[in-house]
T-cell receptor, first 109, second 115 residues
Framework: KNEVEQSPQNLTAQEGEFITINCSYS?????LHWLQQHPGGGIVSLFM???GKKKHGRLIATINIQEKHSSLHITASHPRDSAVYIC???????????FGTGTRLQVTL | DGGITQSPKYLFRKEGQNVTLSCEQN?????MYWYRQDPGQGLRLIYY???????QKGDIAEGYSVSREKKESFPLTVTSAQKNPTAFYLC??????????????FGNGTRLTVT
């Protein structure tokens, strides 16, 4: 069974700071998902990647398949980025996703 | 705009009662999923459905039941047999379960409290 670990569990940053959230997994995967959970509970899919790097606005996701590690970066952080960020590793289809416990990010003014 | 609607947002029930959580999607997705989220734990899969009139147990199906009579709808019933039903329940969908990896679309969740 795949184990997915995220670090840190909690993160506080000041507006404008560069943020990195890490995700490691124990077995080979077909894809790695990054999700954002808003304070109200709804979840939005940010990225799905199987190699290299993807960028969307101020968000960048990278993955190193050999090291079984992925990172989510947020440049020029803003209070509206405050949320829980969850990584999930897939060993096949969506029903084979293993979710991390999330990183709670708080960005202050 | 297409999306997933879960209702209600908050649900309160007495122990011993069955309760049904609603999930509707207008994304024309074939696959739908139910997850449970507890504090300090990752999401866990309860049931999923690849297509209408078909569904499969996930990792924690005991005490739950589902139906998939329409493509758009995938209701979850939390039965009195579920030992710890109080949790946050999330419904999701994807274009396909059996194809290549496709992103998940989530609803806003239902918080169930059983006393």
């Amino acid at each position: 069974k795949n184990e997915v670990e995220q670090s840190p569990q909690n993160l506080t940053a000041q507006e404008g700071e560069f943020i990195t959230i890490n995700c490691s997994y124990s077995v080979g995967i077909s894809a790695l998902h990054w999700l954002q959970q808003h304070p109200g509970g709804g979840i939005v899919s940010l990225f799905m990647l199987s190699s290299g790097k993807k960028k969307h606005g101020r968000l960048i996701a990278t993955i190193n398949i050999q090291e079984k590690h992925s990172s989510l970066h947020i440049t020029a952080s803003h209070p509206r980025d405050s949320a829980v960020y969850i990584c999930a590793a897939s060993t096949g289809t969506a029903s084979k996703l293993t979710f991390g416990t999330g990183t709670r990010l708080q960005v202050t003014l | 705009d297409g999306g997933i609607t879960q209702s209600p947002k908050y649900l309160f029930r007495k122990e011993g009662q069955n309760v049904t959580l609603s999930c509707e999607q207008n994304l024309n997705h074939d696959a739908m999923y139910w997850y449970r989220q507890d504090p300090g734990q990752g999401l866990r899969l309860i049931y999923y459905s690849q297509i209408v009139n078909d569904f499969q147990k996930g990792d924690i199906a005991e005490g739950y039941s589902v139906s998939r009579e329409k493509k758009e709808s995938f209701p979850l019933t939390v039965t009195s047999a579920q030992k710890n039903p109080t949790a946050f329940y999330l419904c999701a969908s994807s274009i396909s379960e059996t194809g290549s990896n496709s992103p998940l679309h989530f609803g806003n969740g239902t918080r169930l409290t059983v006393t």
